[in-house]
């Protein structure tokens, strides 16, 4: 890249969360409190954006304390042995972001649905930019694979975990 920009997340304004059914008749929402990620991009433009993003698995919340241990433990994120997860990007063609998805000690290619959301100039003279990123990864893919039936034979935790983040980048002086 010619015109290099760096961008550092505004975790004000971000929020990084997961969704999975739970018993197949709800979903349960968890959040990380305590993440990063930065972006290098041509000026403002964020085609082929370099993105790198981590959370610390500690910092998970679910509302239930009990729940966030329980996830925290070595039947999920063993936050002890394994305290980040990452994603390191690979391509961004204005929609799809494809990159190398870590978590415990696994990394595979996922796809994430990124909707670029412009760039703006706040009160303060910043100059940011806006996104809404989602998408679906298999927790077993990255041997998150607990897993528990009811006496009704229901799976207590779905395979599937959609991601959902709403990001702000502040560009960097």
């Given at each position: 890249m010619e015109n290099n920009t760096n961008w550092s997340i505004d975790n004000a304004h971000s929020e990084v969360a997961f969704k999975v059914k739970h018993m197949m008749i709800s979903t349960v929402t968890g959040h990380f409190g305590d993440f990063t990620a930065t972006a290098?991009?041509?000026g403002d433009n964020f085609s082929n954006a370099v993105v790198e993003?981590?959370?610390k698995?500690?910092?998970?919340d679910t509302k239930n304390k009990d729940r966030d241990?329980?996830?925290?433990?070595?039947?999920?994120?063993?936050s002890e042995k394994y305290?980040?997860?990452k994603f390191v990007s690979k391509s961004f063609d204005g929609e799809n972001l494809v990159g190398?998805?870590?978590i415990r000690d696994v990394t595979k290619e996922v796809t994430l649905n990124a909707e670029f959301n412009g760039v703006a100039v706040d009160p303060y003279g910043q100059t940011k930019?806006?996104?809404e990123i989602t998408g679906e990864v298999s927790r077993?893919?990255?041997n998150l694979t607990w897993n528990a039936v009811t006496e009704a034979g229901s799976i207590v935790v779905s395979d599937k975990v959609k991601l959902v983040a709403d990001v702000q980048f502040i560009k960097q002086a």
């Open positions: 290098k991009t041509n993003f981590s959370a698995t500690a910092s998970l241990a329980h996830l925290q433990s070595d039947d999920f994120f063993n305290p980040e997860l190398d998805l870590t930019a806006g996104f077993k893919d990255f």
